[in-house]
Structure formats: C-alpha cells, structure tokens
C-alpha cells in the first residue's frame, strides 16, 4: 500500500522560498500506476490543484502559479518536491501531496497527512 | 477553469435518514473516449486529508461504505448518503478532471441534526 508523509519548514518568509518533500513509501516513485501531484487548502477555502509529475517526465502546473511553481523528482530517495517562489501571505495553507490515479486526467488516491505552511515574516 | 459548485454549503440529517448533497460544473465533464463523467468525491474529517469515496460519478472506492453512492451526468451530480451515521459527519468536495487545471468545489459541512 503506497502511502505520502510530507516535510519541510512550517514557517516561510513573504518573498522567500516554499520548499516541501513528499516522501513515498510501500512502492517506487518511478511507477506509472500514479501522477505526482500537490494540492494546497487555504484555511476556510476549496482545494486547489498546483501541479503534477508523471515518470515519463512530464509536469503539468496550473497556470495560475506556474511562473513560481516547480514539481521534482528524486528517484533514489523515492521522494517528489514542491518548490514555490516569491511567496505572500496568499500562499498559506495546508500542503497535500496525493498519488493521481487514472489516464491522464486524475481523482487522488492516496494523500499525505498535509503540512501547514505559514507565510509570515 | 472549470467552475465546480456545491450545494447546499451546509446540511443537517437526522441519524438514519438520507443525505444528498449536489454538484454542479460549469460546462460538460463527460468523458467521450468512455461515456463516463470524469467527477470524484472526497469525504474530510477534521485535521485529515481528503478521503475518495466515488469517481467517475458512481464509480466507488474499495472500501467505501455501500450507503455512500454517486450520480448525474453532463454538469449535475449529486453524492447520496444513505441511512446517515455519526460517523459522516465531514466536509464533502466534488472534482472535476475532465480538464486541467482540476477543480474542487467549495464543500458541503454535513452534519447531524
């Protein structure tokens, strides 16, 4: 059974660098059963997509963060990144990293436990 | 962006009774290479992440409970709870992947009444 455990810094400074890992586990990364994806919930607010990786290198990211988002892959740590840049107080939430699964186009199954991150200075 | 809308924003049902929560998308998410609507429901719990319960609208997860069942086509989809337990007391989200960016609608708070 694959299952996601995010990390990284709770607290991150406006302008500053969001960097999260999901580590995975019970499977490798380099599996075509899964889209690599990140989702983020606002306090209060609906989800919100903001990108994928699949293992024929591929990344998809939704266009209204794709000039600051960027998905990654390390293959040997069996881990996949979220790294998003210039960040503000918007950008507060929790972080989910989830395993997309069907053919090309996703429902999520399974999710990590999710991470809040603050923004704040 | 496909917009997803959920009505109502809240809901109280009796223990035992019937819970139906509804869906709507802004334009078509059916699927043509398989005549299916490409639209999954979550259940959350507070302090835990989303759970799937159905996709490809009626399509439902290992697992899931059978009074849990999903339905409607085109733009209109509705998540019936049957014989309402304490337990499913949660937010509930819709999503659309017919088409990227994916988009959840804004949840339904159901709750015991």
Redesign the interface.
């Known amino acids: 059974q694959v299952k996601l455990q995010e990390s990284g810094p709770g607290l991150v400074r406006p302008s500053q660098t969001l960097s999260l890992t999901c580590t995975v586990s019970g499977g490798p990364i380099n599996t075509r059963s899964f889209y690599w994806t990140w989702i983020r919930q606002p306090a209060g ?5 903001i990108g994928r990786f699949f293992s024929d290198g591929g990344t ?1 990211y ?3 963060l794709k000039s600051r988002v960027t998905i990654s892959v390390d293959t040997a740590k069996n881990q996949f990144s979220l790294e998003l840049t210039s960040v503000t107080a918007a950008d507060t939430a929790v972080y ?1 990293c ?1 395993g997309g ?2 053919y090309v ?5 399974p ?4 991470i809040l991150v603050t923004v704040s200075s | 962006d496909i917009v997803m809308t959920q009505s109502p924003d809240s809901l109280a049902v009796s223990l035992g009774e019937r819970a139906t929560l509804n869906c709507k998308s802004s334009q078509s998410i059916l699927y043509s290479s398989n005549n299916k609507n490409s639209l999954a429901w979550y259940q959350q719990k507070p302090g835990q992440p989303p759970r799937l319960l159905i996709f490809w609208a009626s399509t439902r997860e290992s697992g899931v409970p059978a009074r849990f069942s999903g339905s409607g086509s085109g733009t209109d989809f509705t998540l019936t709870i049957n014989n309402m337990q304490a337990e499913d007391v949660a937010l509930y989200y819709c999503q659309q992947y017919y088409s990227s960016p994916y988009t959840f609608g804004q949840g339904t708070k159901l709750e015991i009444k």
């Open positions: 607010k609906r989800l919100e997509w998809i939704n266009p209204s989910y989830a699964v069907g186009h996703n429902w999520y199954d999710w990590g436990q999710g």
